[in-house]
């Protein structure tokens, strides 16, 4: 370790112990004084609205002087839409239920000792992520309503914009009951800086990254600190051979084209060969008229003009591009086996009319949510009616699918005795 | 890597994947098909007790001739006695709750599409653990009883043991309907074996190390699969201000005397100083009696015949012995403030006839269990009430304390629709 890596470890570590210290104040504040520095915020992101857009402008020249391509600046810009936009999404969180405090369970023993089980926040959330400023705002505001502190660690594209929202919330926070140490910011562009969080086990309770592979492999790779692991979804499409057209041509064009770029696109479609020629035509014709690109296997190739010969990396990766694999199979086995083999877990869809085959992919295939004659595109927590998340879970543990403020809280056993002892 | 870790890794990689594949099929057996299963287990073990008697006593005489103590001795050896102790465990677990299949909740979409969360196994577990080869049949039954596939990496001292309990278990599955594959047992005593399963993130969905802090540590570090960190107890009793002296003294020699060597015995006393000047002698007596040994900071050492002073090493770790380390306090914040910094976040107890000192406490101190003039020895899934337990948890994703079959399974969501798309 050089001198400078151990002065970005010592800057970063400071961070991470004042969020440590405000969590244990946070262990004791109030719904209302949460909810009041929720309003609060919002407020003032509202009111310094010409400073964050000026900021994020030095965000989005640089980016386009780097030569970022516009569906990435898009994702960096902010506008008063936007800012408005986070305002609103920190009220929506405040008006959620308050989840910490809830009893879980309560009982008593045989030998009269009470017991009961409360939810509790996590304590100290390390969030990395890349460009998008918003993910600033909304992991705050989900981090201070479920009564943790958050360090943040965002891309070095949207630094200007971070900072400033984080000023802007640091001023505001001073004005509540909320510790305005809750929220940490790691500015440092240095890719090091982020490895320095993911093994401060003292100090720091989980780690969630949101962002490409590569950020989450490296996090899961180098990381002793639990981490939440969110987002990389190979996501399939089965159409089944009794599957009605009209609603796998509709699932399949919506799952790729509404937004091609997030986790819940599809990006691999599977079909009966059965249903494939009795069909062809119409796919043919729906996958031209929405510019899809497929990339097949022997027997797709046969049947779809311009299709790409598919190799291993396609059945592999994500797209999030109008591409698509496509694998044409024989029976539901087949089908179910190459998610097996490939999937991330994410979301799988079945498109059929018989109930028994929806049931079987619905017990064999393992993900986080599965979807019968409905689009990928519903795993959101918005969409499923979770309210805000955090993101998606991908992992098994803790939680699995979108996430939202249940899934920042762990629990405590709460023993009551009047001298109990184990004999 | 050298040719010959190359062979071990290989070779462990292909138990991973049978274990995988058995847990494909173990997502679709029924309740009666395992609880089956578990009577058969119980059943081979009894009748082959010589066996397993016999290959105990090598383990035994192995232990000897290297010298270990009669306790770890006495944790590694088997009798007739508890080897009925496994079948009549087995059989246990079988009568359990299935939690596999449970509806977690379920709910329409204002659009129609109906969701439903379902808890579903989690798939394969990696256990990793020491000296006791009880653990090789609990952590299997609970296993196969949750639905998931095992992975079982003993300690090198009881490896003939675990090895004839897995032989008689494997040729028990055989004559049921779980693939015997679910169970997998890495037989090598090479210490660079138990890694290899670290980072086969493929194959392996959970990690659960039982054992030392050692051990627990080096799975943390080099783990790439999600871990589940169990037992280390640097365990907390606080006698405050107004505790009753009968109670506090009960509830001390019980965590600190009845089984020591636990995670949940008792390794720091904090006593408040007025207390201390009033119950002087009769704490010394209780001391004295028990044969426990006292390390003490400045002020305990004052009050406390024979204490010898404690260094950081006495706050920070476990004795699992009759040593204990004793801080004087003058109040709550402060008793609070030595466990924030020292404490595992296992068990701590207050002892008071204040209720308001009790909630102040509950509230103030992060750990998975708190106790109101109770022992810390409660923290046990059979003491509370949950059942065969697999480990207690000491951090605070997926599960928090006492670890029963639930916490071996995750959730799906299921969501049914009728051509339904995102717009």
Redesign the interface.
């Known amino acids: 370790m050089t001198a400078i890596d151990k002065g970005i470890r010592a800057h970063i570590e400071e961070k991470a112990i004042k969020a440590k210290k405000a969590a ?1 104040r946070l ?2 504040v109030t719904k209302n004084e949460k909810n009041e520095a929720l309003y609060t915020l919002a407020d003032h992101l509202e009111r310094n609205m010409r400073l964050i857009l000026t900021e994020n402008k030095k965000d989005t020249e640089a980016g386009r002087d780097k030569g970022y391509d516009e569906a990435y600046i898009d994702r960096l810009s902010l506008n008063e839409e936007r800012v408005h936009g986070f305002a609103k999404s920190l009220k929506e969180v405040a008006e959620l239920d308050d989840p910490v405090g809830e009893t879980l369970s309560a ?1 008593t ?1 045989d030998n009269g ?1 009470k ?1 009961e089980k409360v939810r ?1 926040p ?2 100290v959330i390390g969030m990395i992520y890349e460009a998008r400023p918003n993910v600033t705002v909304d992991a705050a505001g989900l981090a201070l309503k479920s009564g943790n502190a958050i360090v943040l660690k965002g891309g070095s594209s949207a630094r200007h914009s971070n900072q400033a929202i984080v000023s802007v919330m640091h001023e505001a926070l001073a004005g509540t009951n909320i510790p305005h140490d809750a929220v940490q910011f790691i500015g440092s562009t240095d890719r090091s800086a982020a490895k320095e969080l993911f093994t401060m ?1 003292e100090h720091i ?2 780690l969630i990254p949101r962002g490409g592979g590569a950020l989450i492999q490296e996090v ?2 180098h990381a ?1 600190v ?3 692991e969110t987002g990389v979804g190979n996501c399939h499409l089965y159409i089944d051979r009794e599957a ?1 057209a ?2 796998a041509l ?2 399949l ?2 799952g790729k084209t ?1 937004r091609p770029a997030v986790c819940n696109a599809l990006e691999t479609l599977i079909i009966h060969e059965t249903w494939l020629e009795e069909n062809k035509n119409a796919l043919i014709t729906a996958l031209n008229e929405h510019g899809i690109r497929v990339h097949g296997d022997e027997k797709a190739i046969r049947f779809i003009p311009d299709a790409k010969p598919a190799d291993e990396a396609d059945w592999r990766n994500e797209y999030l591009s109008l591409d698509i694999a496509v694998k044409v199979v024989s029976n539901l086995n087949e089908a179910c086996d190459h998610i ?1 083999t490939y999937g991330t877990k994410h979301s799988e869809a079945i498109v059929t009319e018989n109930k028994e085959t ?1 049931k079987a992919f ?3 295939v ?10 990928t ?3 959101d927590g918005g ?3 979770f309210g805000a998340e955090i993101g998606i879970s991908t ?4 939680a ?2 979108p996430m939202g403020l249940n899934d920042l809280t ?14």
């Open positions: 244990k262990r004791q009982w023993l000792l017991a509790v996590l304590g086990k309770d989980v899961v790779e002793t639990p981490v939440l009605d009209e609603k509709s699932i064009i919506n509404d097996e929806a619905f017990s064999a393992d993900a986080a949510a599965l979807y019968h004659n409905a689009s595109r519903f795993t969409a499923l009616g992992q098994k543990l803790h699995r699918g762990t629990s405590k056993y709460m023993l009551t005795g009047n001298g109990h002892i184990r004999i």
